[in-house]
């Protein structure tokens, strides 16, 4: 079993692994074993995100793995990026997995997705058959921050600019059904916060009787407890949704006119957004036109302040396209435009106040996945409440960028006092008052905390 627990104090802690892991001291360590966690789980090109429970690569996870990587190795750093586009497909979509090598213990695996049949599907590797937030744009214009003089990096940006385009390309021409700038994602597992309530209304609109039973196939449940994960009615959804994509041959008009699940996600826009701005940046360090990039972020910010902002309360929602409504839930999604300089000053201002009154427990500033004021809150389930690592990082970000600099430290300052207290897991209690070693959730030796452990203490 994988475990790692404080022994002591701050200061001192050890991780219990299957092989013998070392004890590890103060801060300068906790650098240490977040590299050791990102050589460990590399698998040769590329990395996966957590022994046991995610044993392939990632797409969103990938892109922060890269940045840390970049700390120490740009070569592996490189790497990762290339691995993850070898599973592009020819119509730019960048899948959420790309099974680069067989492994038994992860459903649904290639067969169940059956992308192969697909006339867009790459030869090898095998993938997933939809996509994940795109992140590598200002992944890469990070990396640029400290590399722009480094003639392999420009090089590698030369190499991956283009193949990035097509994969925003690829959203604007597919997803953005009514062209009006903002995307949709068919399936829960797009958004990345695979089991946030804002999912719920969709996925129950989806008749379980004809879905399939696939519980017992199930292998998060084997490491994972069960009241941390998803349901089993809730996956029996999950697949039918897969199902259905298949029997479309991942055409996405087919997939456009019978999915129960369309959404406008503001984290997934928002990551677009700041995607972009980034590509329009980094056109400029490679000599390349961004006419078309920009064409595109101008709309994509105008309609993410139309169709999902409420003034009234101050925050963003998602947009459910079969419902036509907004879904009215306060999620951690909804402070990503704050991240992308999306927002005007004065709604920055109002998610700064939701972030205080909504969101906040007691002097202790992390943001939770889902407001604690909300009915679905539950501290201890998946995007249902927990703190993520990569959210708070993206909160920093975007508290900084508005001028929330003591708000920022805070966050900062917290997560890392987090990740050193308790470990480096996939997800964490967001009560401070909980047993430091009962907060770490869902997998440990997490690759995106880890990789984002560097980039706050080595670049932030
Ligand atoms: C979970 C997360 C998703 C992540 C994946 C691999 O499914 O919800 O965001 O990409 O794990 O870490």
Redesign the pocket.
């Known amino acids: 079993m994988i475990a790692a627990c404080l022994s002591c104090n701050h200061f001192t802690y050890t991780f219990i692994m299957e092989k013998a892991v070392p004890t590890m001291t103060p801060v300068a360590d906790a650098k240490e074993g977040a590299r050791k966690i990102l050589l460990d789980n590399n698998r040769g090109g590329y990395t996966i995100?957590?022994p046991k429970l995610?044993p392939f690569q990632?797409n969103?996870?990938s892109g922060f793995i890269a940045l840390g990587l970049s700390y120490f190795d740009k070569y592996k750093a490189f790497d990762e990026i290339r691995s993850m586009f070898k599973g592009q497909w020819s119509n730019g979509m960048l899948p959420h997995i790309n099974f680069h090598h067989v492994d038994e213990n992860y459903y649904p695996g290639p067969d169940v997705w059956g992308t192969k049949e697909s006339p867009w599907s790459p030869q090898a590797p095998a993938t997933s058959g939809i996509t994940?937030p795109p992140v590598f744009g200002f992944i890469l214009q990070m990396m640029a921050g400290r590399m722009s003089n480094d003639a392999e990096f420009i090089e590698f940006v030369k190499e991956i600019y283009p193949r990035l385009v097509h994969s925003h390309r690829y959203l604007y021409q597919n997803r953005d059904p009514f062209n009006e700038g903002l995307v949709y994602i068919n399936h829960n597992?797009e958004s990345?916060?695979?089991n946030s309530p804002l999912w719920d209304e969709a996925l129950d609109s989806i008749d379980v009787t004809r879905a399939r039973d696939v519980s017992a196939l199930r292998r998060d449940l084997k490491s994972v407890d069960a009241g941390q994960r998803p349901t089993n009615e809730n996956y029996k959804r999950y697949i039918y949704l897969v199902d259905l994509f298949k029997s479309c041959n991942y055409d996405d008009k087919k997939i456009f006119e019978r999915c129960p699940f369309l959404i406008q996600d503001v984290l997934f826009n928002a990551l677009l957004i700041r995607s972009n701005e980034a590509l329009i940046q980094l056109a400029l360090l490679i000599g390349e036109d961004a006419s078309e990039i920009e064409e595109w972020n101008q709309k994509s910010i105008h309609t993410l302040n139309t169709k999902c902002w409420d003034e009234e309360s101050g925050f963003y929602y998602d947009f459910d396209l079969n419902g036509n409504k907004k879904i009215p839930i306060k999620v951690s999604n909804g402070f990503m435009p704050l991240f992308a300089g999306a927002c005007t000053a004065q709604q920055a201002e109002k998610l700064k106040d939701q972030l205080f009154t909504s969101f906040k427990n007691g002097n202790y500033l992390l943001c939770p996945s889902c407001a604690i004021d909300e009915p679905s809150f539950n501290p201890v389930k998946y995007?249902r409440g927990p703190v993520w690592i990569n959210v708070n990082w993206m909160l920093y970000h975007g508290l900084k960028r508005y001028g929330f600099a003591e708000e920022a430290r805070l966050v900062k300052q917290n997560s890392l006092e987090l990740i050193e207290q308790t470990g480096f897991y996939?997800y964490f209690d967001p009560r401070p008052e909980i047993d430091q070693d009962h907060r770490g959730l869902g997998g440990n030796y997490f690759s995106w905390s880890a990789a984002l452990y560097l980039d706050f203490t080595l670049n932030s």
Do not use: M
Request: without cysteine; glycine residues 8%; hydrophobic residues 30%.
């Open positions: 995100p957590s995610y990632w969103w996870d994940q597992w990345g916060t695979d995007w996939e």
